[in-house]
């Protein structure tokens, strides 16, 4: 079994997206001047196209591309830019939860929904709750980039339920863009999470992408929970820009993430390593189109041989690694496969509340 981690879907049409306008306008500007000059391109002439070339409303984009690559499901994962870019989109929240749950019925075991949003909306909670009580969604996704740190109490409603129901928190560690603040992804903030939720799956998206001292951080933190999930996308290729390919990844610096993987391997352990993309299909945007015309099948192909190119560098993966992070890891986190091997007979049930910053005594 092979499930993609880190997939998003966008559900929106015509007068009624799923991206705000700004954000929308970001994306031309970055499709229009992101890379060398001359910039003789017009962004306004993109506009219309950003969210039509990547809108996937009934699954199919998505699906074939998880057919190319012989992958069973994927993780499902929503957007919800509105107030990191000062103005909202026209779907609301709920109505992306509800299109998300819906590809998820009319394509069981193979989509596996996640829900979302920036929990500084008015009815934030509601729409989670309900997205993960009513809809069936199978996880929690935080966004720290749109504006605050993984350990901000406002979320902590959030993670109690997700503790609650045995279902997986996704939280991202990597560079952004224009449109968003990376310093709130440091992974750092996510251990007072781990603190205060000590039987919380959290799944760690990224492992800090391109920042090697972040990698370090997502380690660390994995040491520090027996719950903590690595989710490696970008380190292997990274697709969004070709800026993005001047970091390290493994296309141009193979042996040194075969390294990293072996790390994480021997820190973490494989059954806490789990494959993602961080793909988003559509029109535009699928199968043999990804991966600057590499195919979605390539990389997942990565995966499947590296036992045989770990060992160019004298490191050894098994099968059943591969087989674990894969898809193994996933589906036992989204309840897909039972492995009775990890069923744990106790739980720790005694959070810790750590008490807030307070200013140090003077005199």
Same mark, same amino acid.
């Not at 709920?94 to 929990?119: K, M, T, V």
């Not at 997205?131 to 980039?145: D, I, R, S």
């Not at 560690?173 to 992974?187: A, G, H, K, L, V």
């Given at each position: 079994?092979?499930?993609?981690?880190?997939?998003?879907?966008?559900? !929106? &049409?015509?007068?009624?997206?799923?991206?705000? *306008?700004?954000?929308?306008? %970001?994306?031309?500007?970055?499709? +229009? =001047?992101?890379?060398?000059?001359?910039?003789?391109?017009?962004?306004?002439?993109?506009?219309?196209?950003?969210?039509?070339?990547?809108?996937?409303?009934?699954?199919?984009?998505?699906?074939?591309?998880?057919?190319?690559?012989?992958?069973?499901?994927?993780?499902?994962?929503?957007?919800?830019?509105?107030?990191?870019? !000062? &103005?909202?989109?026209?779907?609301?929240?709920? *109505?992306?939860?509800?299109? %998300?749950?819906?590809?998820?019925? +009319? =394509?069981?075991?193979?989509?596996?929904?996640?829900?979302?949003?920036?929990?500084?909306?008015?009815?934030?909670?509601?729409?989670?709750?309900?997205?993960?009580?009513?809809?069936?969604?199978?996880?929690?996704?935080?966004?720290?980039?749109?504006?605050?740190?993984?350990?901000?109490?406002?979320?902590?409603?959030?993670?109690?339920?997700?503790?609650?129901?045995?279902?997986?928190?996704?939280?991202?560690?990597?560079?952004?863009?224009?449109?968003?603040?990376?310093?709130?992804?440091?992974?750092?903030?996510?251990?007072?999470?781990?603190?205060?939720?000590?039987?919380?799956?959290?799944?760690?998206?990224?492992?800090?992408?391109?920042?090697?001292?972040?990698?370090?951080?997502?380690?660390?933190?994995?040491?520090?929970?027996?719950?903590?999930?690595?989710?490696?996308?970008?380190?292997?290729?990274?697709?969004?820009?070709?800026?993005?390919?001047?970091?390290?990844?493994?296309?141009?610096?193979?042996?040194?993430?075969?390294?990293?993987?072996?790390?994480?391997?021997?820190?973490?352990?494989?059954?806490?390593?789990?494959?993602?993309?961080?793909?988003?299909?559509?029109?535009?945007?699928?199968?043999?189109?990804?991966?600057?015309?590499?195919?979605?099948?390539?990389?997942?192909?990565?995966?499947?041989?590296?036992?045989?190119?770990?060992?160019?560098?004298?490191?050894?993966?098994?099968?059943?690694?591969?087989?674990?992070?894969?898809?193994?890891?996933?589906?036992?986190?989204?309840?897909?496969?039972?492995?009775?091997?990890?069923?744990?007979?106790?739980?720790?049930?005694?959070?810790?509340?750590?008490?807030?910053?307070?200013?140090?005594?003077?005199?």
């Amino acid at each position: 079994m092979i499930i993609d981690a880190h997939m998003h879907v966008l559900l !929106g &049409e015509p007068g009624h997206e799923n991206l705000p *306008e700004r954000y929308r306008k %970001i994306l031309a500007m970055l499709w +229009a =001047y992101g890379g060398k000059p001359p910039y003789n391109r017009d962004p306004n002439s993109f506009l219309d196209r950003v969210e039509p070339r990547m809108t996937d409303r009934d699954g199919k984009y998505t699906i074939a591309t998880l057919d190319q690559g012989g992958v069973d499901g994927a993780v499902l994962i929503p957007s919800d830019y509105g107030l990191a870019v !000062g &103005e909202d989109q026209p779907m609301t929240v709920d *109505e992306i939860h509800q299109g %998300i749950a819906s590809l998820q019925s +009319a =394509y069981p075991n193979r989509f596996f929904g996640f829900a979302g949003g920036d929990a500084r909306r008015v009815n934030a909670y509601a729409d989670f709750e309900r997205a993960v009580t009513e809809y069936g969604l199978k996880g929690y996704k935080v966004m720290p980039h749109l504006g605050y740190y993984p350990s901000d109490r406002m979320l902590y409603p959030y993670y109690e339920k997700c503790q609650e129901l045995g279902i997986p928190v996704a939280i991202c560690t990597n560079m952004e863009w224009t449109t968003c603040r990376t310093r709130f992804n440091e992974p750092l903030h996510i251990g007072d999470v781990l603190v205060d939720f000590p039987d919380l799956n959290v799944i760690i998206f990224h492992v800090g992408f391109p920042i090697p001292s972040w990698f370090e951080q997502c380690l660390m933190l994995s040491v520090a929970s027996m719950n903590v999930y690595l989710q490696f996308d970008a380190w292997i290729f990274p697709s969004f820009t070709p800026q993005q390919q001047g970091f390290l990844h493994a296309m141009n610096s193979e042996p040194m993430i075969i390294n990293m993987l072996d790390r994480a391997r021997k820190i973490t352990g494989a059954h806490r390593i789990v494959f993602g993309t961080d793909n988003n299909c559509g029109p535009s945007m699928h199968t043999d189109k990804l991966y600057d015309g590499r195919g979605y099948k390539w990389i997942v192909d990565w995966w499947r041989t590296l036992p045989e190119r770990a060992a160019k560098y004298d490191v050894e993966f098994t099968q059943d690694e591969v087989d674990l992070m894969l898809g193994k890891n996933m589906a036992r986190l989204l309840g897909a496969i039972d492995m009775p091997e990890y069923n744990r007979a106790h739980k720790f049930n005694t959070p810790v509340r750590t008490p807030g910053p307070r200013p140090m005594p003077f005199g």
